[in-house]
């Protein structure tokens, strides 16, 4: 089987790549194939960003949304279509630096230098996004849109100093026009070929639909987040590759009455985005998910198909009482998203199926939300323990209540005994310890590198009562939120 | 013609040292074109190389079969220890590790050989299809049975002086205890990598991220059966160091040398993370035990200390790491009646190596550890506990190895931090705050570190240089010390500016080659400057001084009257630029480059005893640090630190503040968030950025305020400076104390033991113990 060709917009001309295989890496296809060194590997897993790079297409409003992705983990083919920068791009014709490295250059934020070109570039996905914006970039959003950029020497002060020191410098923008008309010209040649070949990339969902029914052995891919470290870990070979994320209707956020519906090739930065607006409350919990670029690559729908016990969406989405929505040219299935899940990593479905939807329903009156993550490091890690509760308390009795749990069972679950314990009881100090006694007693968690078992025990029910302090109006007890001037204002 | 007066007057610019020049590749660095190992241009016909790893902690190698992994696409070959031709066990100090494993293994991930195929993932898939055939052994994996089986790499030390049972016994107050300090993991982005050229007439070319290339050189001739003069080795920048491309690098290269002499190709060895992690050496871990006796004040009156190293399965450096731990369980603190036992264990886990502070950080924190508990049981503020076991000035002045501390800045510098920082104010305001919050808990510490520089092994602290002046007056630079990301690079440019009186911009650094400058000590124990910087500077002033001669006899003047500064010389009669001078010279046929060698003065020390002087002088500083524990989960976060930190007289500031930051943050990340995790068998789980996790931009601190301590040093160093490399690493003691002190707030009898690293659930279990 012929791989189809790969087609990207950089430095302004069309790069043309033939003959990759549908598992060879981006960054492989950089420092391998084009030469172009400036982009490193620091891990291979998308945990350090040293390979960060910036994709872009048109948003739905045409202009071009910009992207920090980690490319050692993404498939090359993945970038077909779109217009694509590394560390080598930014500078000008003339060697003049760009705003994104002339604020590390006077910052002092390299030192070795290696973890350099990443920081570069969410500097310059940064300075697209929000300094050609008029936004002000401020340390809160630096350290937040760095935090998949690991450096071992700075400390990262001046690296966040750079950060704001951009929009002081003078201002050099992109030619975006040209960059849509060089995409659009893309665009209109690739819809001339149906997918094909090791790697299908199909459009329409019906063209998903079909190419999943006819080539059930090919390896369905999204972000790729998790399924690169199959590639560069484990080392696994995927002769044909099936890919969700240009599925036109998958890439929708629709809101209804009831629900939002997320389609399965929503990156994580937009479901997020999305959930965030109906419940504000979650923004700390969708930015400590991963790290930026893996935001930015990744789905949500790949996160709920992987199924990982430690994925820290679908607490989340159990919780809230989401449906996954499977689709196949059979038809649709529709279920609660616990429902989804039959072992460790396994799942319901059938292999003519795809995830294709998340219906997560809106927030309804007087619901109390919380997310507890509970992991080594505050930002991109993994949670030992992740708690969702959320509950609707009418006249000081539970009428509702949603409970999901990450890290204390072979899948991400519901917390069923402890929910019908709660559920129609007074919310009182007794009930909310009888919680904390029946959700300990619920999950038997293992020991790992990231926890022991006894720990994830006690802490799973530790955070059921600090919910309990929460719903009591109790202010800073969650270090999530803590600052300097809530420690100086008890 | 100008005169000399009236040029100096007119156009003064400032020298190069003293300002923040920014690091002489910042520029390259942040546009992707500055080179690391794995950017260089490949020469035709390279391969990759991949390393076969143990799976099994200890036992008996019973075979190798490779038939499978010979089959597969690409495959070239596979390298074993029958095929080095020269010494099968590494050319260490203690020559105790094979370069390839034979008959057994003592370590998962201990590497049995390579697989070479043309690309790096052909290689990395067939290294894993290799069987290892291995009957396991009974393994140790925990450093205190280790203890109690007596299993050591070396054997133990006792340092003793006076008579420490009796100021124990005679103490109107008792302390003892335990505690464990794990190890950390470098994480340098750049991982280990080595690539082998094999020359004609069989010469080697081999690029090495190393820190100490000569080493590099001696291994690999070692290992191929060559003399040194054969192999040269170059380095040009690493992606990090950190102490971790110290011996380490050293396998890398040799393993991908060994390979390209049984192919006859060029080999590249990139070690992918996860087996980097698996594969080579980290900070040591430590157990400690002690028992110390103290007055109402506080003051230690006598200490009994055990320091147990977990020193992996081979000595590697652990014997000179265990030492520097044992020099440093004073800090800042006179210690009278002291004995320290410090056993060298042997386990079965990767072999551990430098790392930053190279057991100083594991010898301070114990003793650290000790005077917070000795404040907490006589309800004292620590920072008095602390103060009043300082070093003294006239006395109370000679450590227990026997040196006496000249250069002692420990009182104003620690007074002018808590005047700063406003310790005394926050600390009441902290326990006020705390007496009215029931879930979360601040603490506070303020700890100082005196941190001894020079390589204990007294010869090390040697240098040299090369200083080359072309006819254009451009200047090029070539040392043996390495370039990491410490901006060792720069301060020496800066160096040789000054001494040559040209701009910085003149001056540039050639990689670092042992076939430049031979027999280069490793760029480690902070002294890269020192050694280097001085050598640099020797070097330029010898050049300098033929020119001065040259234009003292033109002039007709002494050669002390002729002034270099601004890109200008001058003698009495005339100023010329540089560049014209030093084309004159040439065509007067002068020598315009020379040599620098330099060695440390002073030091001296019995390593039988470990006693002397090891050091030629002490880098001082102090952190106070403010943190957040959560007493449900033992989640904390550091809120607020200060600095105050002794560069000497900074020859780059911005570096220098760069290195105390970079400092902190790692050994902040040593004891909090990095957590290195052994299983039961030997098996090394947090073995990849997912599972490992250094500090991210999220942990620093939202004030975080660093300032230098503004005195030259006291012994003649290189302009007056300071080594900054690894002291400021362990002013990040000062935030474990911080979180030690959070929990005894959090706990009815003020008492706290937390081992390290302050994971959520050591803090957790710190306030349930």
């Known amino acids: 089987m012929e791989s189809k060709t790969i087609r990207f917009v950089r430095r302004g001309e069309l790069v043309s790549l033939t003959n990759v295989p549908p598992d060879r890496t981006l960054l492989e296809v950089l420092r391998e194939d084009l030469q172009c060194t400036g982009t490193k590997e620091g891990c291979g897993e998308g945990d350090c960003g040293a390979c960060t790079v910036v994709l872009a297409e048109p948003g739905p409003h045409g202009a071009l949304e910009y992207r920090a992705i980690n490319s050692c983990i993404r498939l090359a083919h993945s970038v077909d279509g779109m217009a694509l920068w590394t560390v080598e791009d930014l500078a000008g014709a003339d060697g003049s630096l760009h705003p994104a490295q002339e604020a590390m250059v006077r910052c002092h934020g390299s030192q070795c230098g290696f973890c350099t070109p990443g920081f570069v570039m969410s500097l310059f996905g940064m300075y697209q996004n929000h300094v050609c914006k008029g936004e002000a970039v401020t340390r809160e959003l630096a350290q937040e849109e760095l935090s998949g950029n690991l450096c071992r020497c700075t400390g990262y002060r001046p690296i966040l100093d750079a950060a704001q020191e951009m929009e002081n410098l003078p201002r050099v923008s992109v030619d975006e026009q040209a960059v849509i008309a060089q995409l659009e010209q893309l665009r209109a040649r690739r819809e001339l070929v149906p997918s094909s070949g090791t790697y299908l990339d199909p459009r329409s969902l019906p063209e998903l639909l079909a190419l999943r029914a006819r080539h059930p052995q090919a390896q369905v891919v999204a972000g790729c987040t998790d399924v690169g470290l199959w590639v560069t870990k484990m080392h696994m070979q995927f002769p044909q590759v099936l890919d969700v994320t240009r599925v036109a209707e998958l890439k929708q956020v629709e809101r209804y009455d009831h629900h939002v519906a997320i389609g399965a090739a929503v990156t994580l930065t937009d479901a997020f985005e999305a959930l965030v607006a109906d419940r504000p409350q979650l923004k700390t919990f969708a930015n400590r998910f991963a790290g930026l670029p893996v935001r930015n690559s990744g789905t949500l729908g790949g996160n709920v198909a992987n199924g990982s016990p430690i994925g820290d969406s679908m607490p989340l989405l159990i919780a809230l009482g989401a449906h996954v929505v499977l689709m196949s040219e059979r038809g649709h299935r529709d279920m609660p998203l616990e429902d989804f899940y039959t072992g460790y990593r396994k799942n319901v479905l059938a292999p003519d199926e795809v995830v294709a939807w998340i219906k997560v329903p809106k927030p309804a009156d007087g619901e109390f939300l919380r997310a507890y993550k509970i992991s080594k490091r505050y930002d991109d890690d993994i949670s030992a323990v992740c708690l969702v509760v959320n509950a609707r308390i009418q006249d000081g009795v539970v009428a509702h209540v949603g409970i999901g749990a990450g890290g204390v069972a072979a899948t991400p679950v519901r917390a069923v005994k402890t929910e019908a314990a709660l559920r129609g009881q007074p919310w009182t100090l007794d009930a909310a310890k009888a919680a904390t006694a029946t959700l300990r007693s619920e999950f038997q968690p293992i020991s790992d590198m990231r926890a022991s078992a006894a720990y994830r025990s006690e802490v799973l029910g530790n955070l059921m009562q600090r919910f309990w302090l929460e719903t009591q109006g109790l202010q800073h007890i969650n270090l999530e939120s803590f600052r300097l001037a809530e420690a100086t204002t008890p | ?769």
């Open chain 2, 1 to 769: 013609m100008n005169a000399p007066e009236k040029f100096l007057a007119g156009t003064a610019v400032a020298p190069a040292t003293g300002t923040s020049h920014i690091h002489e590749s910042a520029r390259a660095q942040v546009a992707g074109a500055a080179t690391y190992i794995d950017d260089i241009a490949e020469v035709r016909g390279t391969l990759h190389a991949a390393p076969i790893l143990s799976s099994v902690a200890r036992g008996k190698l019973r075979g190798v079969d490779a038939s499978e992994a010979r089959t597969m696409p690409g495959v070239k070959g596979v390298i074993l220890a029958q095929d080095i031709p020269g010494d099968r066990i590494l050319a260490t100090f203690t020559h105790d590790e094979p370069v390839f494993a034979f008959d057994t293994v003592e370590c998962i991930g201990q590497v049995v050989g390579v697989v070479v195929a043309d690309t790096v993932m052909q290689a990395r898939r067939a290294a894993r299809k290799v069987k290892v055939d291995i009957e396991p052994l009974p393994a140790i994996v925990d450093v205190r049975e280790a203890v109690k089986a007596q299993s050591f790499v070396l054997p133990p030390v006792t340092v003793r002086r006076g008579e420490p049972e009796q100021g124990i016994a005679r103490a109107p107050h008792r302390l003892s205890g335990s505690l464990d300090v794990g190890g950390q993991e470098h994480f340098y982005l750049e991982g280990q990598v080595g690539y082998a050229l094999p020359l004609e007439q069989d010469n080697w070319w081999i690029y090495s991220s190393t820190q100490h290339p000569a080493e590099v050189q001696h291994w690999v001739a070692h290992a191929l059966g060559l003399e040194n003069h054969a192999v040269k080795v170059e380095c040009r920048r690493m992606g990090g160091g950190f102490g971790g491309k110290e011996t380490q690098a050293g396998h890398i290269a040799v393993w991908a040398a060994l390979a390209a002499n049984k192919l006859k190709k060029p080999v590249k060895l990139r070690l992918d993370r996860d087996d980097d992690f698996m594969v080579t050496g980290k900070r040591h871990p430590f157990a400690y035990d002690y028992e110390v006796g103290f007055d109402d004040d506080g003051k230690v009156t006598g200490l009994k200390l055990v320091l147990a190293a977990n020193c992996g399965w081979s000595a590697d450096l652990s014997g000179p790491v265990a030492d520097r731990a044992v020099f440093h369980v004073d800090n800042a603190y006179f210690l009278g009646d002291v004995e320290i036992v410090s056993y060298r264990c042997k386990t079965n886990v990767q072999s551990h190596t430098a790392f930053r502070g190279f057991g100083g950080p594991q010898g301070m924190i114990v003793m650290e550890a000790i005077l917070g508990d000795i404040a907490r049981a006589l309800g004292k503020d620590p920072l008095d506990v602390r103060r009043a076991n300082f070093y003294g000035i006239e006395e109370r002045n000679v450590t227990h190895y026997q040196m006496t501390v000249e250069d002692n800045i420990l009182d104003p510098l620690v007074a002018r931090l808590e005047e700063t920082a406003e310790y005394r104010r926050r600390r009441d305001e902290i326990a006020a705050w705390n007496a009215r919050s029931p879930v979360i808990k601040r603490g506070i510490a303020l700890t100082p570190v005196k941190f001894g520089i020079s390589f204990t092994a007294t010869f090390f602290n040697q240098a040299g240089a090369l200083v080359h002046v072309y006819t254009d007056g451009s200047v090029q630079v070539n040392h043996g010390g390495t370039e990491m990301g410490q901006g060792l690079h720069t301060k020496i440019c800066q160096i040789v500016a000054d001494e040559l009186g040209v701009p910085f911009h003149k001056v540039r650094i050639s990689a670092t080659d042992t076939s430049k400058v031979p027999n280069a000590s490793a760029t480690a124990a902070s002294s890269g400057t020192d050694l280097n910087g001085r050598a640099a500077q020797f070097a330029a002033r010898q050049v300098r001084q033929r020119l001065a001669d040259y234009v003292a006899e033109k002039q007709n003047c002494r050669p002390e009257q002729v002034i270099f500064a601004n890109g200008q010389v001058s003698g009495p009669d005339a100023v010329i630029s540089f560049e014209q001078l030093v084309d004159d010279a040439y065509h007067s046929r002068v020598q315009l480059w020379s040599d620098g060698f330099y060695r440390t003065p002073k030091i001296h020390y019995d390593k039988h005893t470990l006693t002397g002087r090891p050091f030629f002088y002490f880098a001082y500083g102090a952190a106070c640090s403010e943190v957040a524990i959560d007493t449900l989960t033992g989640e904390s976060r550091v809120l607020k630190v200060d600095i105050l930190h002794d560069a000497g007289t900074s020859i780059n500031p911005a570096i220098d503040i760069g290195q105390i930051e970079g400092g902190f943050i790692q050994g902040m990340g040593w004891l909090t968030t990095e957590q290195l995790v052994w299983n039961e068998k030997g098996y090394l789980a947090t073995h990849a950025p997912s599972t490992y996790k250094i500090p991210a931009t999220g942990d620093v601190p939202e004030h975080f305020h660093v300032e230098l301590w503004h005195e030259a040093n006291r012994e003649d160093n290189v302009g007056g400076s300071k080594a900054v490399g690894e002291p400021p690493f362990m002013l990040a003691i000062s935030v474990w104390e911080a979180l030690r002190d959070a929990a005894a707030a959090a706990r009815p009898d003020g008492r706290v033991h937390m081992d390290a690293p302050a994971t959520a659930e050591n803090v957790l279990k710190a306030l349930q113990a």
